[in-house]
Structure formats: structure tokens, C-alpha cells
């Protein structure tokens, strides 16, 4: 079967009442058949179900269905983006260990590897998303356990050439740990080019319509045992309810990302041409400096677009207020469009040379295109350009 039938197909055992939708299982505890099987439950000689934080047969659908579209063994569901990110560095991590990263990445992640992983001796490099090969080998240290990275990165839609650092990884047996959550498992698959662990934070396209909080981690078992170990220990358990929602979600996952990005190469290439915006940044755009680079390891461009304005946060505030359809939100991957200015929002708390480094300027303004009618959405968005011209002339 293909994947698209198996995110469909693939749910929990029928119960004995014979249901065609998968049933929650909103239960914070199991029982045991006998004392026996408790003790055998908790050696682990036998497999089951104990305590809805180590286990829960809706958060075992839902991890069952990521771990099948992006080809990897196993994987743990967690209660936010975020905790599947720390905990697939903090799991795996030690102290006196050293972690090679893209400088790209989401303000929290940046947080992490800078500011709570060195408290523990853990180390970092940054490299630049257009480094060459011959930069990242040089990068690697004898203590390198891990290289991070998202691609496309939030929120300037830098890439990373995946099988460029897959390389590198196996050559020096490095843990290759890719977020990603912009792409999805749709539009692309790190795996194919040697990532040993991929994270999303499933609030964003795996639910896909703002409803629900979560995280996901998934990779090669030997990895997985260590991850899941840390979670069963520190908890950041995955709600049955919202992996029940994400699992039913990840049924139209593909058939989503296919619209969203059809709208938002068209809201691309429309906003590319207006004469009052500074730039337009895709990666299906042929401006884009890795257009190449995308094509190869994406199989469309995803949801996310940004734009740049001319006149600071002044003309961001009035383009952002004109605009009638498109939501005011640091969220994105929703059904509805979402705008964001990163520089206050998201990434307000990075330094100005980090913001600098970035390319997150004062005018870069984030769209999450959502589902709605691109002509709408053109419309919408070219209305606020000129009404935020407009309102600069006035001034």
C-alpha cells in the first residue's frame, strides 16, 4: 500500500464493539490481569500498556503513523514541539559533548543549544545553511555526538543540503537529527539522506488547523530506547485526546500540503512582482538562492512565504492591519493564512547580530498560506501592500 492509504488505514486493533472510527483512549491508567502480569508489565518481559505517560494506544497510533511516513523504526510522541526537540538532544546528550547546528533555527531552539545545553557542558558550532561540505568537515570536532538542523528554516526558509551532511554524519558516526516541521513527511523525508532522528512539532501541520499541542520524535530504535527512557523518566507525555486529533489529522496531511503549497507558490510569485515589496522569499520560486537544491529534496515548496517591507515595523504594523482574511498569529500550519512579524514575535528575544545572521529584519513579515482561495488570498495581500504605501505617503 501506499502512504496515503496506510495514514488512513493504519489505527489501533477493533474493539469488541466493532467501531469503524478509532476510539479514544482518554484513560490516565491500565489495569492488570492478574499480579503477575504487573510485575512481568513493569520488567518489561512483557509488552502492555501500564500508565498513560510511558504508553497509550491513541499516542502509539499517532507515533505508529509518523514513524511509517517517514521510514524510521520507532519514535515518542511528546506534549509539544518544543519537548520533542529538547528531549532528542537532551536524551542523547552528555556532558563534554559537542553539538555542530545550522545558525538557522526557531528562537526556542537557538535558547536551548545556546543558554540550558552549555549549563551541562554541552558545546556548540554554528555553521551558516550555504556552508559548503568542506566547512561542516571542518566544523566536526572530536566530541561531535550531534548535528541539528531544520530545513526550511523559521523563518528565513534557508536549506540545508541534506544529503551533503548525511555524509558527513555517517563518515564520522555522528547522531543526524533533523526537525522537519515545515516540509512535513508529505513534501519531504530526511531519512532518505541518513537522518537518524526527525522531529515536528505537530501543532503546526500535523494537526493543521490550530487546534492542538504536540510533538513528535522518531528515528532508529537504538536511539529511540535512549529517548524514550528520558520521556518515561521526565514526562513530557503526549495527550491520548490530542494524539487521538493528530492521528485522524495525519489522514489528509498529504492531501493539505499539496493545496497549501499550489497557494502559497502563487502568492509567492504574485507578491514577487509587486513593485512596493522589498523581497519574496519560496523555495519553489527560481529566485530563491537554493531553488536548485530545493527541487532535490522537496517534493513542493510548503506553506510558508516571506515577504520584506520597506520602513521598519511601523509600515509592517500598517500592512498587517490592512490585511482582512489572513489571521494576526505567532502560530503557523493552520487551514488559515497566519502573517507574524518575527523580529517582534517568534525571534524577539535573539541578540541583533543573531537577528542579523538570520536575515531577520525589522520589515520581514511570515505567512503561513493556509487553504483558502489563492485569488482571495492575492487579493488580500496586495490590498494591505498598497494600503501600507499609503499610509508611509501620508506620514
Not at 557542558?121 to 541539528?148: C, K, S
Not at 524514550?228 to 498529504?254: D, I
Request: proline fraction near 4%; include cysteine; charge should be negative.
Amino acid at each position: 500500500m501506499k502512504k496515503q492509504t496506510k495514514a488512513i488505514r493504519t489505527q489501533t486493533g477493533k474493539t469488541k464493539y466493532r467501531e469503524h472510527s478509532t476510539p479514544l483512549f482518554l484513560t490516565s491508567s491500565f489495569t492488570f490481569e492478574s499480579a503477575e502480569q504487573g510485575k512481568a508489565l513493569f520488567e518489561e518481559t512483557e509488552e502492555g500498556n501500564i500508565y498513560s505517560r510511558f504508553s497509550n494506544p491513541s499516542v502509539q497510533e499517532f507515533v505508529d503513523k509518523v514513524c511509517m511516513l517517514e521510514g524510521l523504526e520507532d519514535g515518542v510522541a511528546t506534549a509539544t514541539g518544543m519537548a520533542a526537540v529538547f528531549a532528542s538532544m537532551a536524551a542523547l546528550l552528555k556532558s563534554g559533548d559537542h553539538i555542530l547546528a545550522c545558525r538557522a533555527l526557531f528562537g526556542s531552539a537557538h535558547q536551548i543549544i545556546a543558554q540550558i545545553l552549555p549549563k551541562w557542558g554541552i558545546t556548540h558550532t554554528y555553521l551558516d545553511a550555504t556552508a559548503t561540505e568542506e566547512e561542516w568537515e571542518a566544523a566536526v570536532q572530536p566530541n561531535t555526538r550531534m548535528i541539528y538542523l531544520e530545513t526550511p528554516s523559521n523563518p528565513g526558509l534557508d536549506l540545508v543540503d541534506l544529503a551533503m551532511i548525511g555524509r558527513i554524519a555517517k563518515k564520522h558516526s555522528i547522531i543526524f537529527n533533523v526537525d522537519n516541521c515545515f516540509a512535513s513527511p508529505a513534501l519531504q523525508t530526511p531519512a532518505d539522506f541518513g537522518a537518524d532522528l526527525v522531529l515536528h512539532s505537530a501543532t503546526k501541520f500535523m494537526d493543521g488547523q490550530g487546534r492542538v499541542l504536540g510533538g513528535v520524535v522518531v528515528g532508529k530504535k537504538e536511539y529511540i530506547k535512549d529517548l524514550r527512557f528520558f520521556c518515561r523518566q521526565t514526562g513530557p507525555s503526549m495527550s491520548p485526546f490530542n494524539a487521538w486529533v493528530l492521528s485522524k489529522s495525519l489522514e489528509t496531511l498529504s492531501l493539505r500540503m499539496e493545496k497549501h503549497s499550489s497557494n502559497a507558490l502563487a502568492l509567492a510569485a504574485a507578491l514577487d512582482k509587486h513593485p512596493d515589496v522589498k523581497a519574496v522569499k519560496y523555495p519553489f520560486l527560481e529566485s530563491h538562492p537554493q531553488h536548485t537544491l530545493a527541487k532535490q529534496q522537496m517534493k513542493a515548496g510548503g506553506a510558508v512565504v516571506t515577504i520584506e517591507l520597506e520602513g521598519g515595523f511601523e509600515r509592517v504594523a500598517a500592512f498587517m492591519d490592512a490585511l482582512e482574511i489572513a489571521s494576526l498569529s505567532s502560530n503557523l500550519g493552520d487551514t488559515r493564512t497566519i502573517v507574524t512579524n518575527p523580529n517582534t514575535t517568534t525571534h524577539a528575544k535573539l541578540k541583533p547580530e543573531e537577528k542579523a545572521a538570520l536575515g531577520i529584519t525589522e520589515g520581514l513579515i511570515r505567512i503561513s498560506v493556509g487553504l483558502e482561495d489563492v485569488e482571495d488570498l492575492i487579493e488580500d495581500f496586495t490590498n494591505a501592500v498598497e494600503v501600507s504605501v499609503k499610509s508611509d505617503i501620508l506620514e
